[in-house]
Every structure is written in C-alpha cells, then in structure tokens.
C-alpha cells in the first residue's frame, strides 16, 4: 500500500494562505486518485477536494471552491493543496488519502473508499 505524508501546514492570519504538501512513496503514484479531508474540533471529518490519477478532473468543497486549489506532479509524487483567502472556519487538521484505479478520470469524496491515509497536518488560522 501507498503512504502518504502531509506537509505545510501552520499558523496563518485570516486572509492568509498556505500551500500543504502530500508526498507518497512508491514508484506508482500515477495509479492513485487522492482526496484531501479535514476534521475540525469537535466536528466529523469533512471532505476538501479531490484529483483524478490523471489530473483532468477535481471536485471542492462548497466551503472551499474559490479558494482552494488542487494539483498533483506525479513527477515529484506530490499532490498540492494551494490555500488562499484562509478563514478561521479553515482551522482544522487536513489530511491525505490515496485510493488506487485504473481509471484517470475517476475522483473519489467519500472517506470510506479511500484506503491510505497520512498522519495529518495542522492548519490554524487566526482571527
């Protein structure tokens, strides 16, 4: 299985922004689809936004669309998560997850489908 590792994240002013990092190791990380998700205090984790293998198609959070970008470089085995206009609702723990396929085109938002999860990075943001 693929593993992943979040990076990047901090403390930031409201209307700040941060770029987080999901690096994985394994020479087949073009094979996976990755989803970011966050879990705020107190709250269920929450789906962010997601890539397909193939870098053709994303889908955001209603939350976040507008602000939030996601790339991937399977070159580099990273997939970005580019934050701006950050507000304190953002704060949260953010976490990577992998879920392999075959298909370039498939995106996957749901938590239960995806199969390799990073340890989490800490983003908070001040009012």
């Known amino acids: 299985q693929v593993h992943v590792v979040e990076s990047g994240g901090g403390l930031v002013q409201a209307g700040g922004s941060l770029r987080l990092s999901c690096v994985a190791s394994g020479r087949t990380f073009s094979s996976y689809a990755i989803a970011w998700f966050r879990q705020a205090p107190g709250e269920e984790r929450a789906f962010v936004a997601a890539?397909?293998?193939?870098?053709?198609?994303?889908r955001y959070a209603a939350s976040v669309e507008g602000r939030f970008t996601i790339s991937r470089d399977n070159a580099k085995n990273t997939v970005y998560l580019q934050m701006t206009s950050l507000k304190p609702e953002d704060t949260a723990v953010y976490y990577c997850?992998?879920?392999?396929?075959?298909?370039?085109?498939?995106?996957?938002?749901?938590?239960?489908?995806?199969?390799?999860w990073g340890q989490g990075t800490q983003v908070t943001v001040s009012s």
């Open positions: 890539i397909s293998r193939s870098h053709t198609i994303t």
């Open positions: 997850a992998a879920k392999s396929t075959p298909i370039g085109s498939i995106i996957f938002t749901s938590a239960e489908l995806l199969d390799s």
